[in-house]
């Protein structure tokens, strides 16, 4: 991924890529770097969330 993808952009991917996968009229192969991208796209979303919690955390501080 060359630029910062946003969750929303993310999200929406991942739904392609499950969507893709369950149609099973997919090459093993290609199956294997859906997942693969799922797998990337899900840890960056794990990683926007905890950012934008920690952020809203600190707010709550002040």
């Known amino acids: 991924m060359d630029k910062e993808i946003k969750y929303e952009q993310a999200i929406n991917r991942i ?3 499950i969507a893709s996968l369950e149609s099973n ?4 192969e290609d ?5 693969e991208e799922g ?4 840890k960056l979303c794990y990683e ?3 950012t934008a919690k920690a952020k809203i955390v ?3 501080k002040e």
Do not use: Q
């Not at 009229?25 to 093993?28: D, F, G, H, K, V």
């Not at 199956?31 to 997942?35: E, K, N, Q, T, V």
């Not at 797998?39 to 899900?42: F, Q, S, V």
């Open 15 to 17: 739904e392609e890529i």
């Open 25 to 28: 009229e997919i090459a093993l």
């Open 31 to 35: 199956s294997l770097a859906l997942f």
């Open 39 to 42: 797998t990337r796209l899900t």
């Open 48 to 50: 926007k969330i905890s």
């Open 58 to 60: 600190e707010i709550e």
